[in-house]
C-alpha cells in the first residue's frame, strides 16, 4: 500500500455514528462517518444528537439509552471504512465524512482524510461551511467532492435560523471554488424559513458567479429526525411544519435553472 | 399483453385448484390388470395407459396445449407414492388457505377403491415400514425432514436435446442400445434390455399423447366456422403431429414439444420442482432467428406465444400432500423455475434478444408460475442485469438472481465438465444443476437448531422428554466452548448417518419400484447405459441434505460464548434454566441475550467465524459421501418454507427466540438481527464458502423507496455484482413494506393480489399462513440513511 504521507493512526476524535451502503450522498455505495460538534443550531437539524462536542444520551421510549458519541481512533474508523471497499470498488462509491459538522474536529479530521488518501478511498466531506479558513484549506487536497450547505443568503435570517452569520460560509465556498475543488452545492429547503423566491435568487445569483461548483442539490425538509429530539429531550420547534410538496420543489429549482445552475431535486 | 394472453391468464388465475381423481383411477385400473411385468416395464406401461386414456384439453384461444389433469388447474394424485386419506381429502377441500376442491365422487372413490387397493402397496407404506427406529424417532421429532416420502426424486432441469431432437430420434437410439447388448459378458444385460425396451414404450406414448392433441384440434376445426381461431386449430394440429416425434422446427414448435415433455415428466410421477425447461431463452434463440429471418415470426408473436407457455406453467399447481408435509410447505407453487441469461457452453455470454424479451413476459405476466431467475455472470452486460433488476424493484420477488460464475464453479468442484457446468443452472429455489444431464435430488431438510437443542440436553429432546441422540455431557460441565462445539458434532455426525442410512434404503426402493423411463429418455447417459434416472442413469448422481436455521445456530452459539465463556455473565446453568421457561420472568436477561450478543449478518467476525465453524462442520459431515447410486452427497443452505416447521419443533434458543417460532430461513441473518445495512449483511453471507454447496439462499428486504429513482437502481447493481464477486451463489429481494404487510393481514379482502417472495420462490401473501407471515414481516427492512 502506498502511504502519501505520514498518518496519524492514533489521533483521536469524537464519532457518533458510522452508517454503510449511504446512498444520498456522493456517488456511489458510500460509508457515512458522522463526526461530533457543529457550531450552528439549525431548528430542523435531522442530527441533533450530533451537534454538541461532547457525548449526548438518547433515551428510548422503551427506557433504554443510547449514548451518541464515543472516541475513536483514526485507524479504527479506518477499520469500518474498509469493511466495504469491495462495494465502493463495483460502485465508483467511498466515504464520506458528516456531521455534525466535520470541520469542527479539523486535526481528526485531516488525519482521517490523510489515511483514507493512503488507502486509495474516495472521499467526500459534507460542512456547513462554517470554519476558519485556516481550518479548511489544509484539509481540501484531500477532499474529492465537498457537499456543501448554503441554508440561507440573507445575513440576518442566517443568524436568526441557524445562530450563526453567514460570512464565513460564503467567502470559504468563494475560495473553495476559487481553487477548483468539487463542490456540490445543497439547500434544505424548509417551508416558511428558505423557500421564498428572494432566498433562492440570491443563491442563483451568487452560485452561479463561482467557478467549479457543478451543481445544486434542492433537499426537500422531512420531519424523520423529530422523534430524536424528544430522546434528547430537546423541543423540536418546527412541530408543525408541512414536508414541502413536489411542485413547489420544481417551482423552486426553476429559479435557480433560471441563473444557469444545474438544479438536482434531492441527494 | 393481447386480449387472448389477457384472456388465459384471467382464466388461470381464477381457476379453482382441484384434485381430479383421473389419474388415481386410470392408475388402480393399470395396476389391478398388470401382471408379470419388470418394474421397468410396469411402469412404462401405465405411463403409456395413463396417457392413452386421459382427458384431452383444448381450451378456446390457446396455441400451446396439453394439461396434465382433466382441466386447468385439476391436479392429479399418484396413488402408488402415496394414497391420500379420506381425512386428507377433506381436509384438502375445507382448509383456508391452500385449498383443493375435491368432490364427492372423488371422495368416493378414494374411500372404495383407491385406499383399499394402495393401503400397503404405496411406496410411503413402505418407506415408513423399512425405516428404522431411531430414524422413525428423529423425523417425528422434526430433526430432519424426508423429500421422498410422497413424492419422486425429479430435482431436475431438461437439457437442450429438448429442443434438438424428437422422440423417433430417441427411440432409434434406445434400439441401437438393445441390438448391442452382451447377454453373454454383461451380466446386467436383462436389467438394461427392460430398461431400454420400457424407455421405448415411453417414446411411443409421448408421441402418441401428441397425436391425441393433433386429433382433438382437427375435430374442433371442423366445427369451428371459418376464420382465424379455425386456422390456428389447424395449425395446433400440425405442430402436434410434428413435435416431439420430430426434433421442432420452429419457435412455435420448440415451446410445444418442450410442454409435451413437461406433461410426460409431471405425469410419470409428481417429480420433485415439477420439472423445466433449463437454459430456455439459449435453447430457443436457433428456432427464433430463423423463424424471425425468415419472416415467419414477430417478434410480438414471439411474446404472445411464450405467454401463452406461461400459462401453462399457472395451470398446474403443486400435486396435494398428504399427512404432516402439508404444514411443512403449504403452496400452490411448483418449483418450475426459468432461467435466463448465464453463460452458453463453450462459456461466452448467454444472453440473447429471446433473454430480454423473457425478462417482458416475466414482467406483464406476474404469474406465481413458473418462477424465474437470472443467471448473472462476470461476462453479462449490466444493462441486462438492470433490466432485471426494474421488475424486481415492483417488489413481487420476481425473478431472482444467480451467480452464474458460482454455480459453474460449484458444478465444477462436483467433477463436471465446464460445458456440462455452464449449461446448468439453478432449478426449484436454488439448487445447482447440470441440466439434462444430471438427478440433483435433495433429500430432506436437516433442523441444524434443534440439534443444539438437544446437545444442550445430552441428547435429550426436551419437547417430548425422549433420549434422541447419543449421551454427548451435561453442557454445565462443559470446560469451554470448545467442548460445546464438540458435543455438537458428535450429535450432528449421528443424526446424519441416521439420515443417510434412511435415505439409501429409500434410494433402493425408488430405483427397484419406480423406475421413471420416460424421464430416463431425455436425461443423458440414460440411454447409453441403460439405466434409470432413479437408478444412476444420468451422467452425474448427485444427493443433498438442506441446512436450515444456521442464522439462528450462529447466534444462539455466539450469545452462549459470549455471555457463558467470555464474560461470564450468566452459568450455562442459569441459562438452560431460562430457556426452559421460555424466558418467563426473564424480560432482562433476553433483552440481554439479543442486544449484547455479536449476531450473525453485521459482518463481525465474533459471529462470522462461528457461522463459518459450524458451516464447516455440516459441509464436512455431508460433503462427499457416497449415495447409492454411484454419485455422492453434497449440501444446499436452504429453507423452502421448513423454517416454519423447524422452529415450531424447536424450544427457546440462547439468542432470544421464543419456543416454537421460525428459525432463521436460508442463510439469511436471524429476522431483524441485521442492523447495519446491506453491505454487512453480504458480506457476512460472503463468508461462507458458497462454492462448497450446491446452493444457498439469501433473502433481502427493501422498503420501496430505497430503491426509487435510477441511482438508487444503479446501487443495488452494484450491491449484487458485489456479492457476486465474492462467491455469493443467490440473492432475492422483497421490495414492500412492513406496514403494507400489516395492512394485509388485517384486510386480506384488499391484499389478494399482494405477491412477496418467501424463500426460493413468490406466493400471495395472504395464502401464507400466519406464522410465515409473521416471519417475513420480521426480517429486517433495509431503508435508507
Known amino acids: ?267 | 399483453m393481447s386480449e387472448r394472453v389477457a384472456e388465459l391468464r384471467r382464466r388461470s388465475v381464477e381457476a379453482q385448484a382441484s384434485v381430479s381423481s383421473e389419474r388415481a383411477r386410470l392408475m388402480t385400473e393399470f395396476y389391478k390388470s398388470a401382471r408379470g411385468l419388470s418394474a421397468p416395464m410396469l411402469r412404462a406401461r401405465a405411463f403409456e395407459y395413463l396417457l392413452a386414456h386421459k382427458a384431452i384439453v383444448i381450451q378456446d384461444g390457446e396455441l400451446i396445449v396439453g394439461e396434465r389433469g382433466p382441466a386447468p388447474k385439476a391436479s392429479p394424485t399418484y396413488p402408488e407414492l402415496c394414497c391420500h386419506t379420506v381425512e386428507d381429502l377433506e381436509l384438502l377441500n375445507s382448509r383456508e388457505k391452500i385449498p383443493y376442491a375435491v368432490d364427492a365422487v372423488t371422495t368416493a372413490f378414494y374411500e372404495q377403491e383407491a385406499i383399499p387397493f394402495w393401503r400397503g402397496r404405496s411406496l410411503r407404506d413402505q418407506i415408513f415400514a423399512a425405516m428404522t427406529p431411531e430414524w422413525l424417532a428423529a423425523y417425528d421429532a422434526g430433526i430432519f425432514t424426508e423429500f421422498m416420502e410422497q413424492r419422486a426424486p425429479g430435482h431436475t432441469a431438461g437439457g437442450g436435446q429438448n429442443f434438438r431432437r424428437g422422440f423417433l430420434d430417441y427411440k432409434r437410439e434406445v434400439e441401437e442400445q438393445l441390438e448391442r447388448l452382451d447377454y453373454l459378458r454383461d451380466p446386467e444385460a436383462y436389467a438394461k434390455q427392460e430398461e431400454l425396451r420400457a424407455m421405448s414404450v415411453t417414446c411411443d406414448a409421448i408421441i402418441r399423447f401428441a397425436e391425441r392433441h393433433a386429433e382433438l384440434a382437427r375435430e374442433l376445426a371442423a366445427k369451428e366456422a371459418e376464420g382465424a381461431r379455425r386456422q390456428e386449430l389447424l395449425q395446433i394440429a400440425e405442430v402436434c403431429s410434428r413435435v416431439p416425434a420430430h426434433a421442432p422446427r420452429t419457435f412455435w414448435e420448440g415451446l410445444q414439444a418442450y410442454w409435451f415433455i413437461h406433461l410426460g415428466v409431471i405425469t410419470e410421477l409428481n417429480t420433485w420442482d415439477a420439472f423445466n425447461p433449463g437454459r430456455l431463452d439459449q435453447h430457443l434463440y436457433p428456432l427464433y432467428r430463423q423463424d424471425i429471418d425468415a419472416g415467419r415470426l414477430t417478434e410480438e408473436q414471439a411474446k404472445e406465444l411464450l405467454e401463452c407457455f406461461w400459462v401453462k406453467f399457472n395451470n398446474q399447481p403443486a400435486p396435494p400432500k398428504v399427512g404432516v408435509t402439508n404444514a411443512e410447505s403449504g403452496t400452490y407453487t411448483d418449483f418450475a423455475n426459468i432461467n435466463s441469461g448465464g453463460l452458453m457452453p463453450d462459456g461466452s455470454d448467454g444472453v440473447n434478444e429471446l433473454s430480454y424479451l423473457v425478462l417482458d413476459v416475466i414482467d406483464e405476466m406476474r404469474l406465481l408460475q413458473p418462477s424465474s431467475n437470472v443467471q448473472i455472470s462476470k461476462k453479462t452486460p449490466d444493462r441486462f442485469l438492470r433490466h432485471a433488476l426494474r421488475i424486481v424493484r415492483k417488489g413481487w420477488g420476481q425473478p431472482s438472481i444467480f451467480n452464474a460464475d458460482a454455480v459453474v464453479q460449484e458444478l465444477l468442484r462436483q467433477g463436471k465438465t465446464p460445458e456440462d457446468a455452464r449449461e446448468g443452472g439453478t432449478s426449484g429455489c436454488v439448487e445447482a444443476g447440470a441440466f439434462g444431464k444430471e438427478a440433483y435430488i435433495l433429500t430432506g431438510y436437516f433442523n441444524l437448531v434443534k440439534i443444539l437443542e438437544l446437545t444442550l440436553h445430552d441428547g435429550l429432546d426436551p419437547r417430548t422428554g425422549r433420549q434422541l441422540g447419543p449421551h454427548t455431557g451435561d453442557p454445565r460441565e462443559f470446560a469451554d466452548f470448545d467442548a460445546l462445539i464438540e458435543a455438537y458434532a458428535q450429535q450432528m455426525r449421528y443424526f446424519l448417518d441416521v439420515k443417510i442410512r434412511g435415505n439409501h434404503q429409500i434410494e433402493r426402493l425408488y430405483a427397484t419400484q419406480m423406475p421413471a423411463p420416460f424421464l430416463s429418455v431425455i436425461t443423458e447417459d440414460c440411454i447409453k447405459k441403460g439405466k434409470d434416472y432413479n437408478d444412476g442413469g444420468p451422467r452425474y448422481n448427485t444427493s443433498y441434505i438442506q441446512g436450515v436455521g444456521i442464522g439462528t445456530l450462529t447466534d444462539s452459539l455466539s450469545a452462549i460464548k459470549r455471555h457463558v465463556y467470555d464474560e461470564r455473565g450468566m452459568t450455562m446453568k442459569e441459562l438452560l434454566g431460562v430457556l426452559g421457561r421460555d424466558f418467563a420472568d426473564a424480560d432482562d436477561v433476553r433483552s440481554r441475550l439479543m442486544e449484547e450478543t455479536p449476531r450473525y449478518g453485521n459482518d463481525d467476525d465474533y459471529a462470522d467465524d462461528i457461522m463459518r465453524r459450524m458451516f464447516d462442520l455440516f459441509q464436512s459431515g455431508v460433503d462427499g459421501r457416497p449415495n447409492t447410486k454411484g454419485g455422492t452427497y453434497r449440501i444446499d443452505m436452504l429453507p423452502t418454507t421448513c423454517h416454519v416447521y423447524f422452529g415450531s419443533v424447536t424450544g427457546a434458543t440462547p439468542e432470544g427466540r421464543h419456543a416454537w417460532q421460525p428459525v432463521s430461513e436460508g442463510i439469511s441473518p436471524v429476522q431483524g438481527a441485521d442492523r447495519n445495512g446491506p453491505t454487512a449483511v453480504v458480506k457476512s453471507m460472503a463468508k461462507m464458502d458458497h462454492i462448497r454447496t450446491g446452493g444457498t439462499l439469501l433473502n433481502m428486504k427493501f422498503i420501496p423507496q430505497v430503491l426509487e429513482g435510477d441511482e438508487n437502481l444503479e446501487k443495488l447493481l452494484h450491491l449484487v455484482r458485489a456479492y457476486f464477486r465474492m462467491d455469493g451463489h443467490h440473492i432475492q429481494f422483497n421490495v414492500v413494506s412492513a406496514e403494507t404487510l400489516r395492512a394485509a393481514q388485517l384486510h386480506p379482502e384488499d391484499y389478494r393480489d399482494l405477491i412477496v417472495r418467501v424463500a426460493g420462490y413468490s406466493d400471495y401473501f395472504c395464502d401464507l399462513s400466519r406464522a410465515l407471515q409473521d416471519e417475513i414481516i420480521a426480517r429486517t427492512e433495509h431503508a435508507s440513511f
Open chain 1, 1 to 267: 500500500m502506498h502511504h502519501w504521507e505520514v498518518v496519524m493512526a492514533t489521533a483521536e476524535g469524537m464519532v457518533f455514528d458510522i452508517q454503510r451502503y449511504a446512498l444520498h450522498d456522493g456517488a456511489g455505495i458510500r460509508t457515512l462517518v458522522f463526526l461530533k460538534g457543529c457550531p450552528l443550531r439549525c431548528a430542523w437539524c435531522h442530527n441533533p444528537e450530533g451537534q454538541q462536542k461532547r457525548p449526548q444520551v438518547l433515551r428510548y421510549e422503551n427506557g433504554t439509552e443510547k449514548i451518541a458519541g464515543r472516541r475513536m481512533r483514526v485507524d479504527e474508523v479506518l477499520r469500518e471504512v474498509e469493511k466495504d471497499t469491495i462495494f465502493y470498488d463495483e460502485s465508483g462509491g467511498g466515504v464520506t465524512f458528516s456531521g455534525g459538522d466535520p470541520l469542527v474536529q479539523p486535526g481528526f479530521l485531516l488525519e482521517l482524510l490523510k489515511a483514507c488518501k493512503g488507502h486509495d478511498l474516495r472521499t467526500a466531506v459534507e460542512t456547513s461551511g462554517y470554519a476558519r479558513w485556516e481550518d479548511v484549506a489544509p484539509v481540501a487536497p484531500y477532499v474529492d467532492l465537498w457537499l456543501y450547505d448554503l441554508k440561507l443568503m440573507d445575513p440576518e435570517r442566517h443568524r436568526r435560523w441557524t445562530g450563526v452569520s453567514n460570512r464565513r460560509i460564503l467567502s470559504n465556498l468563494e475560495q473553495l471554488a476559487a481553487s477548483g475543488a468539487h463542490v456540490i452545492v445543497r439547500i434544505p429547503l424548509v417551508p416558511g424559513v428558505n423557500d421564498d423566491r428572494q432566498n433562492l435568487e440570491a443563491t442563483g445569483r451568487f452560485v452561479a458567479s463561482l467557478g467549479s461548483v457543478g451543481e445544486v442539490h434542492l433537499l426537500p425538509y422531512h420531519r424523520a429526525g423529530m422523534s430524536k429530539y424528544e430522546r434528547l429531550g430537546v423541543d423540536y420547534t418546527l412541530g408543525d411544519t408541512p414536508e414541502p410538496a413536489a411542485e413547489a420543489m420544481e417551482r423552486l429549482a426553476a429559479i435557480l435553472q433560471e441563473w444557469g445552475v444545474r438544479t438536482k431535486i434531492g441527494g
